[in-house]
Protein backbone atom coordinates (compact mmCIF):
# COMPACT_ATOMS: atom_id res chain seq x y z
CA UNK A 1 0.00 0.00 0.00
CA UNK A 2 1.60 3.31 -1.16
CA UNK A 3 2.44 6.12 1.58
CA UNK A 4 0.37 8.28 -0.66
CA UNK A 5 -2.81 6.39 -1.36
CA UNK A 6 -5.41 8.25 0.90
CA UNK A 7 -8.05 4.85 2.25
CA UNK A 8 -10.56 5.23 4.63
CA UNK A 9 -10.44 1.75 6.59
CA UNK A 10 -13.70 -0.38 7.45
CA UNK A 11 -13.50 -0.99 10.91
CA UNK A 12 -15.91 -4.27 12.54
CA UNK A 13 -15.98 -3.21 15.79
CA UNK A 14 -18.02 -6.83 16.97
CA UNK A 15 -19.19 -7.87 20.41
CA UNK A 16 -16.86 -11.08 20.28
CA UNK A 17 -14.56 -10.45 17.29
CA UNK A 18 -13.24 -7.25 15.68
CA UNK A 19 -11.44 -7.08 12.25
CA UNK A 20 -10.26 -4.09 10.21
CA UNK A 21 -9.66 -3.93 6.62
CA UNK A 22 -8.67 -1.55 3.24
CA UNK A 23 -9.09 -1.28 -0.23
CA UNK A 24 -6.19 -2.40 -1.72
CA UNK A 25 -4.31 -1.12 -5.32
CA UNK A 26 -6.38 -3.65 -7.50
CA UNK A 27 -9.84 -2.07 -5.71
CA UNK A 28 -10.56 -5.31 -3.28
CA UNK A 29 -11.16 -4.85 0.11
CA UNK A 30 -8.31 -6.75 2.28
CA UNK A 31 -8.96 -7.90 5.78
CA UNK A 32 -5.83 -7.10 7.34
CA UNK A 33 -4.46 -9.80 9.82
CA UNK A 34 -3.13 -8.75 13.48
CA UNK A 35 -0.04 -9.37 14.77
CA UNK A 36 -0.58 -12.81 15.60
CA UNK A 37 -1.66 -13.42 11.98
CA UNK A 38 -5.13 -13.67 13.07
CA UNK A 39 -7.60 -11.97 10.76
CA UNK A 40 -10.29 -11.22 13.50
CA UNK A 41 -8.85 -10.34 17.12
CA UNK A 42 -10.91 -11.50 19.71
CA UNK A 43 -12.81 -7.99 21.54
CA UNK A 44 -11.39 -8.81 25.32
CA UNK A 45 -9.55 -6.60 27.29
CA UNK A 46 -6.84 -7.16 30.07
CA UNK A 47 -6.17 -4.49 32.21
CA UNK A 48 -2.82 -5.20 33.60
CA UNK A 49 -1.19 -2.09 35.24
CA UNK A 50 -0.37 0.51 32.57
CA UNK A 51 -0.71 -1.61 30.05
CA UNK A 52 -4.02 -2.72 28.39
CA UNK A 53 -4.00 -6.23 26.33
CA UNK A 54 -6.25 -7.10 23.88
CA UNK A 55 -7.32 -10.04 22.02
CA UNK A 56 -6.54 -13.78 22.16
CA UNK A 57 -4.07 -13.25 25.44
CA UNK A 58 -6.56 -11.21 27.19
CA UNK A 59 -9.44 -14.26 26.25
CA UNK A 60 -7.21 -16.88 27.50
CA UNK A 61 -5.49 -14.88 30.94
CA UNK A 62 -9.54 -14.21 31.64
CA UNK A 63 -9.23 -17.68 33.95
CA UNK A 64 -6.15 -16.34 36.29
CA UNK A 65 -7.93 -12.70 36.17
CA UNK A 66 -11.56 -12.41 35.10
CA UNK A 67 -11.54 -9.22 38.05
CA UNK A 68 -9.29 -7.42 35.07
CA UNK A 69 -10.74 -8.86 32.19
CA UNK A 70 -13.85 -7.23 30.13
CA UNK A 71 -15.58 -8.70 27.21
CA UNK A 72 -18.99 -8.61 25.67
CA UNK A 73 -18.08 -4.47 26.10
CA UNK A 74 -20.53 -3.97 23.23
CA UNK A 75 -23.55 -4.65 24.67
CA UNK A 76 -22.89 -1.94 27.14
CA UNK A 77 -22.24 1.15 24.49
CA UNK A 78 -24.55 3.95 25.33
CA UNK A 79 -25.29 2.53 28.73
CA UNK A 80 -25.47 5.79 30.59
CA UNK A 81 -24.34 3.80 34.36
CA UNK A 82 -22.35 1.15 33.56
CA UNK A 83 -18.87 1.28 34.43
CA UNK A 84 -15.77 -1.38 34.85
CA UNK A 85 -14.02 -0.57 37.94
CA UNK A 86 -10.08 -1.37 37.75
CA UNK A 87 -7.43 -0.05 40.62
CA UNK A 88 -10.23 2.57 42.19
CA UNK A 89 -11.05 4.11 38.69
CA UNK A 90 -14.15 3.81 36.59
CA UNK A 91 -13.97 3.42 32.97
CA UNK A 92 -17.06 3.61 30.32
CA UNK A 93 -17.68 1.29 27.76
CA UNK A 94 -16.60 4.25 25.35
CA UNK A 95 -13.14 4.13 26.86
CA UNK A 96 -12.82 0.23 26.94
CA UNK A 97 -14.05 0.05 23.54
CA UNK A 98 -11.23 2.29 22.33
CA UNK A 99 -8.63 0.23 23.27
CA UNK A 100 -9.69 -2.64 20.75
CA UNK A 101 -9.80 0.10 18.42
CA UNK A 102 -6.41 1.12 18.90
CA UNK A 103 -5.35 -2.60 18.94
CA UNK A 104 -6.64 -2.94 15.52
CA UNK A 105 -4.97 0.07 14.11
CA UNK A 106 -1.56 -0.32 15.36
CA UNK A 107 -1.31 -4.09 14.09
CA UNK A 108 -2.40 -2.99 10.54
CA UNK A 109 0.15 0.44 10.83
CA UNK A 110 2.22 -2.51 11.48
CA UNK A 111 1.40 -4.50 9.01
CA UNK A 112 1.02 -1.98 5.94
CA UNK A 113 2.99 0.66 7.10
CA UNK A 114 1.06 3.55 7.02
CA UNK A 115 -0.65 5.47 9.07
CA UNK A 116 -4.31 4.60 9.82
CA UNK A 117 -6.37 7.78 10.31
CA UNK A 118 -9.94 7.74 8.49
CA UNK A 119 -11.85 4.92 9.14
CA UNK A 120 -15.60 4.09 8.82
CA UNK A 121 -16.93 1.93 12.09
CA UNK A 122 -19.74 -0.87 12.07
CA UNK A 123 -22.32 -1.18 14.26
CA UNK A 124 -25.53 -3.46 14.73
CA UNK A 125 -28.57 -2.29 12.82
CA UNK A 126 -30.94 -1.73 15.92
CA UNK A 127 -28.74 0.55 17.33
CA UNK A 128 -30.06 3.95 18.82
CA UNK A 129 -28.24 7.76 19.07
CA UNK A 130 -26.94 6.58 22.54
CA UNK A 131 -25.08 3.26 21.06
CA UNK A 132 -24.48 4.92 17.95
CA UNK A 133 -22.78 8.43 19.49
CA UNK A 134 -20.99 5.99 21.85
CA UNK A 135 -19.35 4.08 19.22
CA UNK A 136 -18.10 7.51 17.76
CA UNK A 137 -16.66 8.39 20.80
CA UNK A 138 -14.60 5.47 20.90
CA UNK A 139 -13.26 6.32 18.43
CA UNK A 140 -12.37 9.81 19.03
CA UNK A 141 -11.00 8.47 22.02
CA UNK A 142 -8.80 6.16 20.26
CA UNK A 143 -7.40 9.32 18.29
CA UNK A 144 -9.10 8.33 15.13
CA UNK A 145 -11.58 10.47 12.77
CA UNK A 146 -14.55 8.49 12.50
CA UNK A 147 -16.31 9.37 8.99
CA UNK A 148 -19.53 7.38 9.56
CA UNK A 149 -21.42 4.67 11.23
CA UNK A 150 -22.74 1.85 8.99
CA UNK A 151 -25.25 -0.46 9.90
CA UNK A 152 -23.50 -4.02 10.04
CA UNK A 153 -26.17 -6.20 7.87
CA UNK A 154 -26.03 -3.19 5.09
CA UNK A 155 -21.93 -3.30 5.28
CA UNK A 156 -22.35 -7.23 4.16
CA UNK A 157 -25.01 -6.20 1.69
CA UNK A 158 -22.43 -3.83 0.41
CA UNK A 159 -19.73 -6.55 -0.22
CA UNK A 160 -22.58 -8.58 -1.42
CA UNK A 161 -23.94 -6.57 -3.53
CA UNK A 162 -20.25 -5.16 -5.30
CA UNK A 163 -19.88 -8.58 -6.54
CA UNK A 164 -23.56 -9.92 -7.77
CA UNK A 165 -24.72 -8.37 -10.90
CA UNK A 166 -28.09 -9.74 -10.14
CA UNK A 167 -31.45 -7.91 -9.08
CA UNK A 168 -32.64 -9.40 -6.16
CA UNK A 169 -34.21 -9.19 -2.52
CA UNK A 170 -32.07 -10.60 0.14
CA UNK A 171 -32.25 -11.55 3.77
CA UNK A 172 -28.93 -10.92 5.58
CA UNK A 173 -29.30 -12.59 8.17
CA UNK A 174 -26.55 -11.95 10.83
CA UNK A 175 -25.88 -13.83 14.23
CA UNK A 176 -22.12 -12.42 15.69
CA UNK A 177 -21.33 -13.36 19.22
CA UNK A 178 -23.02 -10.89 20.99
CA UNK A 179 -25.54 -9.60 18.69
CA UNK A 180 -28.55 -10.52 16.06
CA UNK A 181 -29.32 -8.55 13.21
CA UNK A 182 -32.61 -9.08 10.57
CA UNK A 183 -32.25 -6.87 7.49
CA UNK A 184 -34.11 -7.22 4.23
CA UNK A 185 -32.37 -5.05 1.27
CA UNK A 186 -32.88 -4.70 -2.29
CA UNK A 187 -30.11 -4.96 -5.08
CA UNK A 188 -31.88 -3.41 -8.05
CA UNK A 189 -29.98 -1.69 -10.98
CA UNK A 190 -26.56 -0.96 -8.95
CA UNK A 191 -28.58 0.84 -5.75
CA UNK A 192 -28.37 -1.13 -2.82
CA UNK A 193 -31.44 -0.67 -0.62
CA UNK A 194 -32.48 -1.10 3.17
CA UNK A 195 -36.02 -2.29 3.29
CA UNK A 196 -36.71 -3.23 6.57
CA UNK A 197 -34.23 -4.17 10.24
CA UNK A 198 -35.18 -5.98 13.31
CA UNK A 199 -33.00 -7.73 15.61
CA UNK A 200 -31.24 -8.02 19.67
CA UNK A 201 -28.23 -6.92 20.82
CA UNK A 202 -28.59 -9.48 23.60
CA UNK A 203 -28.78 -12.34 21.57
CA UNK A 204 -26.05 -13.94 19.88
CA UNK A 205 -23.21 -17.17 19.94
CA UNK A 206 -22.43 -16.02 23.27
CA UNK A 207 -25.87 -16.91 24.89
CA UNK A 208 -25.23 -20.45 22.73
CA UNK A 209 -21.92 -20.88 25.01
CA UNK A 210 -24.27 -19.96 28.06
CA UNK A 211 -26.57 -23.09 27.57
CA UNK A 212 -23.47 -25.12 26.73
CA UNK A 213 -22.10 -23.64 30.67
CA UNK A 214 -25.27 -24.35 32.21
CA UNK A 215 -25.31 -28.01 30.91
CA UNK A 216 -21.97 -28.50 31.80
CA UNK A 217 -22.39 -27.17 35.33
CA UNK A 218 -25.51 -29.62 36.19
CA UNK A 219 -24.05 -32.72 35.18
CA UNK A 220 -20.50 -32.10 36.89
CA UNK A 221 -23.40 -31.89 39.97
CA UNK A 222 -25.32 -34.91 38.43
CA UNK A 223 -21.67 -37.18 38.53
CA UNK A 224 -20.74 -36.00 41.48
CA UNK A 225 -23.68 -35.59 43.23
CA UNK A 226 -22.44 -32.44 44.77
CA UNK A 227 -24.36 -29.54 45.67
CA UNK A 228 -21.75 -27.38 44.46
CA UNK A 229 -22.51 -24.88 41.51
CA UNK A 230 -19.33 -25.27 39.99
CA UNK A 231 -20.72 -21.45 38.27
CA UNK A 232 -20.16 -19.93 41.67
CA UNK A 233 -16.48 -20.18 41.15
CA UNK A 234 -14.90 -17.46 38.69
CA UNK A 235 -12.08 -19.38 38.10
CA UNK A 236 -14.44 -22.70 37.41
CA UNK A 237 -17.09 -20.67 35.09
CA UNK A 238 -14.35 -19.17 33.44
CA UNK A 239 -12.79 -22.13 31.94
CA UNK A 240 -16.49 -23.55 30.96
CA UNK A 241 -17.27 -20.49 29.20
CA UNK A 242 -13.74 -20.70 27.26
CA UNK A 243 -14.69 -24.77 27.11
CA UNK A 244 -18.13 -24.15 26.09
CA UNK A 245 -16.92 -22.05 23.02
CA UNK A 246 -14.38 -24.61 21.83
CA UNK A 247 -17.26 -27.07 22.21
CA UNK A 248 -20.02 -25.59 20.23
CA UNK A 249 -17.08 -24.91 17.21
CA UNK A 250 -16.22 -28.62 17.04
CA UNK A 251 -19.97 -29.67 16.83
CA UNK A 252 -20.04 -28.02 13.49
CA UNK A 253 -18.31 -30.74 12.13
CA UNK A 254 -19.11 -33.30 14.87
CA UNK A 255 -21.79 -34.91 15.83
CA UNK A 256 -20.84 -35.24 19.48
CA UNK A 257 -17.39 -34.07 21.73
CA UNK A 258 -16.47 -34.28 25.23
CA UNK A 259 -15.61 -31.84 27.35
CA UNK A 260 -13.54 -32.11 30.61
CA UNK A 261 -15.07 -30.13 33.35
CA UNK A 262 -12.85 -29.77 37.02
CA UNK A 263 -14.12 -27.97 39.93
CA UNK A 264 -13.22 -28.71 43.07
CA UNK A 265 -10.92 -31.46 42.81
CA UNK A 266 -13.08 -33.60 41.29
CA UNK A 267 -13.26 -34.10 37.65
CA UNK A 268 -15.72 -34.93 35.00
CA UNK A 269 -16.17 -35.73 31.78
CA UNK A 270 -18.88 -34.48 29.57
CA UNK A 271 -20.29 -35.73 26.28
CA UNK A 272 -22.26 -33.10 24.60
CA UNK A 273 -24.10 -34.42 21.51
CA UNK A 274 -24.97 -32.12 18.61
CA UNK A 275 -28.73 -33.42 19.11
CA UNK A 276 -28.25 -32.56 22.53
CA UNK A 277 -27.00 -28.98 22.00
CA UNK A 278 -29.85 -28.54 19.41
CA UNK A 279 -32.40 -29.05 22.05
CA UNK A 280 -30.53 -26.62 24.60
CA UNK A 281 -30.56 -24.03 22.35
CA UNK A 282 -33.67 -24.58 20.68
CA UNK A 283 -35.60 -21.11 22.14
CA UNK A 284 -32.61 -18.82 20.88
CA UNK A 285 -33.51 -20.28 17.74
CA UNK A 286 -36.95 -19.66 17.73
CA UNK A 287 -36.00 -15.99 18.90
CA UNK A 288 -34.28 -15.52 15.20
CA UNK A 289 -37.12 -17.49 13.48
CA UNK A 290 -39.37 -14.77 15.22
CA UNK A 291 -37.36 -11.73 14.18
CA UNK A 292 -37.19 -13.16 10.95
CA UNK A 293 -41.27 -13.63 10.62
CA UNK A 294 -41.66 -9.94 12.06
CA UNK A 295 -38.84 -8.44 9.41
CA UNK A 296 -40.28 -10.14 6.82
CA UNK A 297 -44.16 -8.85 7.78
CA UNK A 298 -42.52 -5.36 7.63
CA UNK A 299 -40.83 -5.53 4.37
CA UNK A 300 -44.39 -6.81 3.06
CA UNK A 301 -45.98 -3.65 4.24
CA UNK A 302 -44.21 -1.79 2.09
CA UNK A 303 -44.66 -3.94 -1.01
CA UNK A 304 -41.91 -6.79 -1.00
CA UNK A 305 -43.55 -9.49 -0.64
CA UNK A 306 -41.22 -11.95 -2.91
CA UNK A 307 -37.28 -12.61 -1.05
CA UNK A 308 -35.01 -14.67 -3.08
CA UNK A 309 -31.84 -15.27 -1.02
CA UNK A 310 -30.78 -15.44 2.57
CA UNK A 311 -27.16 -14.12 3.18
CA UNK A 312 -25.63 -16.00 6.90
CA UNK A 313 -23.41 -13.22 8.16
CA UNK A 314 -21.80 -13.35 11.47
CA UNK A 315 -19.54 -16.67 12.71
CA UNK A 316 -22.35 -18.07 14.69
CA UNK A 317 -24.48 -18.84 11.10
CA UNK A 318 -21.74 -21.80 11.02
CA UNK A 319 -23.80 -23.81 13.45
CA UNK A 320 -25.74 -26.52 11.33
CA UNK A 321 -28.66 -25.80 13.30
CA UNK A 322 -29.02 -22.32 11.84
CA UNK A 323 -29.02 -23.65 8.02
CA UNK A 324 -31.19 -26.20 8.59
CA UNK A 325 -33.71 -24.25 10.57
CA UNK A 326 -34.03 -21.30 7.75
CA UNK A 327 -34.38 -24.22 5.07
CA UNK A 328 -36.91 -25.68 6.72
CA UNK A 329 -38.47 -22.19 8.09
CA UNK A 330 -38.71 -19.97 5.11
CA UNK A 331 -37.81 -22.39 1.98
CA UNK A 332 -35.31 -19.71 1.02
CA UNK A 333 -32.02 -20.40 -0.94
CA UNK A 334 -29.13 -20.17 1.87
CA UNK A 335 -25.85 -18.72 0.67
CA UNK A 336 -23.14 -18.69 4.22
CA UNK A 337 -20.94 -15.57 3.33
CA UNK A 338 -17.65 -14.37 4.36
CA UNK A 339 -19.34 -14.59 8.17
CA UNK A 340 -16.61 -13.41 10.05
CA UNK A 341 -14.93 -10.40 7.24
CA UNK A 342 -18.15 -9.42 5.11
CA UNK A 343 -18.60 -6.54 7.51
CA UNK A 344 -15.27 -5.42 7.53
CA UNK A 345 -15.13 -5.79 3.54
CA UNK A 346 -18.30 -3.50 3.30
CA UNK A 347 -17.27 -0.88 5.60
CA UNK A 348 -14.36 -0.65 3.79
CA UNK A 349 -16.02 -0.21 0.51
CA UNK A 350 -18.11 2.19 2.00
CA UNK A 351 -15.54 4.76 3.22
CA UNK A 352 -13.78 4.30 -0.33
CA UNK A 353 -17.39 5.68 -1.68
CA UNK A 354 -17.26 7.74 0.68
CA UNK A 355 -13.65 9.25 -0.63
CA UNK A 356 -15.35 8.87 -4.23
CA UNK A 357 -17.95 11.56 -3.41
CA UNK A 358 -15.47 13.69 -1.52
CA UNK A 359 -13.87 14.08 -4.51
CA UNK A 360 -16.36 14.75 -7.09
CA UNK A 361 -17.63 16.96 -4.76
CA UNK A 362 -14.40 19.18 -5.06
CA UNK A 363 -14.31 18.83 -8.71
CA UNK A 364 -17.89 20.44 -9.14
CA UNK A 365 -17.05 23.39 -6.81
CA UNK A 366 -15.01 25.10 -9.29
CA UNK A 367 -15.70 29.04 -9.05
CA UNK A 368 -18.03 30.38 -11.63
CA UNK A 369 -16.41 31.56 -14.66
CA UNK A 370 -13.54 29.90 -14.82
CA UNK A 371 -12.56 27.75 -17.47
CA UNK A 372 -10.82 24.06 -16.70
CA UNK A 373 -10.50 20.92 -18.16
CA UNK A 374 -11.94 19.46 -15.39
CA UNK A 375 -15.70 21.22 -15.76
CA UNK A 376 -15.50 20.40 -19.14
CA UNK A 377 -14.25 16.73 -18.89
CA UNK A 378 -17.32 14.11 -19.17
CA UNK A 379 -18.44 12.36 -16.12
CA UNK A 380 -16.15 8.89 -17.00
CA UNK A 381 -13.16 11.57 -17.57
CA UNK A 382 -13.58 12.51 -13.84
CA UNK A 383 -14.28 9.14 -12.74
CA UNK A 384 -10.78 8.17 -14.01
CA UNK A 385 -9.16 10.87 -12.54
CA UNK A 386 -10.30 9.94 -9.02
CA UNK A 387 -9.12 6.51 -9.64
CA UNK A 388 -5.88 8.31 -10.12
CA UNK A 389 -6.18 10.25 -7.04
CA UNK A 390 -7.19 6.82 -5.07
CA UNK A 391 -4.49 4.97 -6.34
CA UNK A 392 -7.57 2.27 -7.26
CA UNK A 393 -8.19 0.75 -10.76
CA UNK A 394 -10.89 2.21 -13.14
CA UNK A 395 -13.36 -0.36 -12.68
CA UNK A 396 -13.52 0.00 -9.31
CA UNK A 397 -14.50 3.36 -9.17
CA UNK A 398 -16.63 3.02 -11.87
CA UNK A 399 -18.90 0.21 -10.30
CA UNK A 400 -18.66 2.80 -6.93
CA UNK A 401 -19.54 5.41 -8.91
CA UNK A 402 -22.90 3.61 -10.03
CA UNK A 403 -23.44 2.56 -6.66
CA UNK A 404 -25.90 3.81 -4.54
CA UNK A 405 -26.86 3.13 -1.38
CA UNK A 406 -30.19 3.90 1.22
CA UNK A 407 -29.99 2.93 4.54
CA UNK A 408 -33.25 3.30 7.11
CA UNK A 409 -34.04 4.55 10.50
CA UNK A 410 -33.66 1.65 13.20
CA UNK A 411 -35.86 3.10 15.82
CA UNK A 412 -39.08 5.47 15.50
CA UNK A 413 -38.86 9.59 16.65
CA UNK A 414 -41.49 11.94 18.07
CA UNK A 415 -42.53 13.80 20.41
CA UNK A 416 -44.53 13.83 23.94
CA UNK A 417 -47.75 15.47 23.50
CA UNK A 418 -51.36 15.64 25.34
CA UNK A 419 -54.32 14.84 23.66
CA UNK A 420 -58.04 15.34 24.48
CA UNK A 421 -56.87 18.33 26.56
CA UNK A 422 -60.07 19.73 26.40
CA UNK A 423 -61.94 17.02 27.99
CA UNK A 424 -61.81 14.87 31.23
CA UNK A 425 -60.06 12.37 29.20
CA UNK A 426 -57.06 14.15 28.80
CA UNK A 427 -53.36 12.48 28.43
CA UNK A 428 -50.18 12.31 27.47
CA UNK A 429 -48.87 9.84 24.79
CA UNK A 430 -45.66 9.63 22.64
CA UNK A 431 -46.91 11.04 18.93
CA UNK A 432 -43.87 9.25 16.13
CA UNK A 433 -42.74 11.48 13.41
CA UNK A 434 -40.18 9.35 12.20
CA UNK A 435 -41.07 5.98 12.28
CA UNK A 436 -38.63 2.86 12.69
CA UNK A 437 -37.68 1.63 8.82
CA UNK A 438 -38.31 4.80 7.19
CA UNK A 439 -35.41 5.28 4.35
CA UNK A 440 -32.53 8.21 5.15
CA UNK A 441 -32.38 10.91 5.51
CA UNK A 442 -35.59 11.48 6.87
CA UNK A 443 -37.72 14.59 6.83
CA UNK A 444 -40.96 15.06 8.94
CA UNK A 445 -43.27 18.13 9.90
CA UNK A 446 -45.81 18.03 11.92
CA UNK A 447 -48.49 21.68 13.51
CA UNK A 448 -49.28 20.92 17.03
CA UNK A 449 -51.64 23.89 19.09
CA UNK A 450 -50.37 25.41 22.28
CA UNK A 451 -52.51 24.07 25.32
CA UNK A 452 -53.74 27.65 27.03
CA UNK A 453 -53.80 31.18 26.21
CA UNK A 454 -51.23 33.40 26.67
CA UNK A 455 -48.92 30.40 26.93
CA UNK A 456 -44.57 31.85 27.16
CA UNK A 457 -43.24 28.84 26.52
CA UNK A 458 -43.46 25.38 24.20
CA UNK A 459 -41.50 22.47 25.89
CA UNK A 460 -40.91 19.81 23.02
CA UNK A 461 -40.06 16.45 24.56
CA UNK A 462 -38.56 14.43 22.18
CA UNK A 463 -38.10 10.54 22.85
CA UNK A 464 -37.14 7.50 20.65
CA UNK A 465 -38.93 3.78 20.54
CA UNK A 466 -39.17 0.61 18.90
CA UNK A 467 -42.67 0.80 18.32
CA UNK A 468 -43.74 0.96 14.50
CA UNK A 469 -47.36 3.20 15.07
CA UNK A 470 -47.89 6.69 15.25
CA UNK A 471 -49.56 6.74 18.72
CA UNK A 472 -47.92 5.59 21.75
CA UNK A 473 -49.49 5.29 25.28
CA UNK A 474 -47.21 5.77 27.82
CA UNK A 475 -48.22 3.56 30.64
CA UNK A 476 -48.42 0.53 27.52
CA UNK A 477 -44.74 1.33 26.80
CA UNK A 478 -41.84 0.85 28.89
CA UNK A 479 -39.11 0.95 26.78
CA UNK A 480 -39.44 4.82 25.60
CA UNK A 481 -36.67 6.59 25.64
CA UNK A 482 -36.89 10.58 26.57
CA UNK A 483 -33.64 12.29 24.16
CA UNK A 484 -34.15 15.63 25.83
CA UNK A 485 -36.04 18.85 25.37
CA UNK A 486 -36.49 21.97 23.33
CA UNK A 487 -37.84 25.10 24.58
CA UNK A 488 -39.20 27.18 22.07
CA UNK A 489 -40.15 30.64 23.41
CA UNK A 490 -43.51 32.03 22.36
CA UNK A 491 -44.73 35.45 21.98
CA UNK A 492 -47.47 37.17 24.14
CA UNK A 493 -50.75 37.13 23.24
CA UNK A 494 -51.18 33.60 21.62
CA UNK A 495 -54.64 32.01 22.12
CA UNK A 496 -55.00 28.84 22.94
CA UNK A 497 -54.14 26.13 20.64
CA UNK A 498 -52.06 28.25 18.36
CA UNK A 499 -50.08 26.62 15.53
CA UNK A 500 -46.55 25.58 16.64
CA UNK A 501 -44.60 23.78 13.91
CA UNK A 502 -41.90 20.96 14.50
CA UNK A 503 -39.64 19.47 11.84
CA UNK A 504 -37.83 16.11 12.48
CA UNK A 505 -34.96 15.88 10.36
CA UNK A 506 -32.39 12.36 10.32
CA UNK A 507 -29.30 12.16 8.45
CA UNK A 508 -27.94 8.93 7.09
CA UNK A 509 -26.17 7.57 10.38
CA UNK A 510 -29.45 8.56 11.89
CA UNK A 511 -28.42 11.49 13.86
CA UNK A 512 -31.62 13.68 14.68
CA UNK A 513 -32.26 17.42 14.46
CA UNK A 514 -35.27 18.73 15.96
CA UNK A 515 -36.86 22.62 15.35
CA UNK A 516 -39.80 24.06 17.02
CA UNK A 517 -41.49 27.26 15.04
CA UNK A 518 -43.80 29.63 16.07
CA UNK A 519 -44.86 31.01 12.23
CA UNK A 520 -46.84 33.97 13.81
CA UNK A 521 -43.45 35.48 15.15
CA UNK A 522 -41.15 33.19 13.32
CA UNK A 523 -39.03 32.29 16.56
CA UNK A 524 -37.50 29.30 16.54
CA UNK A 525 -35.72 27.22 18.88
CA UNK A 526 -33.56 24.03 17.63
CA UNK A 527 -31.47 20.99 18.73
CA UNK A 528 -29.16 18.12 17.23
CA UNK A 529 -29.66 15.26 19.40
CA UNK A 530 -26.96 12.77 20.02
CA UNK A 531 -26.35 10.65 23.34
CA UNK A 532 -27.96 11.81 26.36
CA UNK A 533 -26.46 10.12 29.82
CA UNK A 534 -23.23 9.08 28.07
CA UNK A 535 -19.72 10.47 28.60
CA UNK A 536 -19.53 13.78 28.47
CA UNK A 537 -17.52 15.92 26.04
CA UNK A 538 -15.28 16.91 29.37
CA UNK A 539 -14.74 12.84 29.92
CA UNK A 540 -14.19 12.36 26.11
CA UNK A 541 -11.28 14.44 26.75
CA UNK A 542 -10.24 12.78 30.70
CA UNK A 543 -10.25 9.76 28.67
CA UNK A 544 -7.95 11.12 26.01
CA UNK A 545 -5.67 12.15 27.93
CA UNK A 546 -5.59 8.81 30.41
CA UNK A 547 -5.67 7.14 26.96
CA UNK A 548 -2.11 9.03 26.00
CA UNK A 549 -0.50 7.02 28.97
CA UNK A 550 -1.93 3.41 28.35
CA UNK A 551 0.13 0.82 26.24
CA UNK A 552 -2.02 -1.11 24.05
CA UNK A 553 -0.95 -4.84 23.87
Not at 119 to 132: D, K
Not at 233 to 255: C, G, I, N, Y
Request: charge should be negative.
Amino acid sequence: MSNQQKTIFGIDLGTTYSCISYIDQHGNAVIVPNKEHQLTTPSVVLFEGKQRIVGEEAKNSALLSPEAVVEMIKRHMGEANWRFLYEGKEYAPEEISSYILRKLVADAEEALGVPVQDVVITCPAYFGIAQREATVRAGEIAGLTVHEIINEPTAAAITYGLQSAENQVVLVYDLGGGTFDITIIEIKDSKISVIATGGDHTLGGRNWDEAIVGYLAQQWQAETSSLEDPTDSPETLQDLWLKAERAKRSLTARKSTKVVVTHGGKTVKVTLTRDKFDELTAGLLDRTALFTKMTMDEARKRGYNNFDLVLLVGGSTRMPQISARLEREFGLPLRIFEPDEAVARGAAMYGQKLLFNQHLKEKQAVPAGTATIDQAASAKQAHLEIARALGLPDEAVEKLASTEITNVTSHSFGVIVTIDFQTSREREVAENLVLVNDPLPAFRMHTYGTLEADQEIVELRIIENGQESEIVELEEFQELEELGKIILPLPPGLPANAPIEVTFELDRQGILHVTGREPKSGATSDATFEARGGITAEEVQEAKVRSSKITIL
